[in-house]
């Protein structure tokens, strides 16, 4: 009886060391396993802090703020004054007496009244208006080019263009105050003019074969405007 009792004792003992041993082990597992997964997010945050340091001395102007930032957007330098005022005018010719032709023009806008002076300063103002707006429809048109200058260069197009270039109007000339008027009026939309969506027009004294396939929008005195 007492070998057998010492023997369970020493059992038991060795069981009880055992699972000490073990639960020792396991504790300590875990607590190596928090320990590294700690150290593995230290080095993610640091090694992202020397990512923006070193992208933020790479460029001064990198800033990393913690919300959005909204700039305002200055308005165009080619605006011109005539389209930002406000007019009140019963007929063209008022609205022309109305518009500034002092300040300089850009050179878009130059471009603009040097064609209604050189192709319709005889006709009306109603009809110089029309010129305008066909030049503004075309730039704003897919089918041409996008520029007020590129569509009254572009080659057979306006008669008075000479290798691609357009001819000095005589700058002291009331018709040339009226068609730098005429030209603000038109970029600013100021005043409808009644050949609309218009991208052809041609003088009354001709017949060109393709007008017949085009949508007739307005006769001005002598010229024909098309769509």
Known sequence: MTIVTKRVGAI????????????????????????????????????????????????PEIRFVPREVVQDIPDSPETPAAEEATYSAESLRQLVAQIDTSEDMSREMMCLAQAIYFESRGEPLEGQLAVARVIINRAESNRFPDDYCAVVTQPSQFSFVRGGSIPSPNTGSAAWTRAKAIARIAHGDLWESPVGDALYFHATHVRPSWAGRLSRRAQIDNHIFYR
């Open 12 to 59: 038991a003992l060795a069981t009880t060391l055992f699972a000490g041993s073990f639960g020792a082990v396991s504790s300590g597992a875990t607590a190596q396993d928090r320990a590294l997964a700690a150290a593995e997010q230290q080095q993610a945050e640091t090694a992202s802090t020397r990512i923006q340091t070193a992208q933020t001395e790479a460029d």
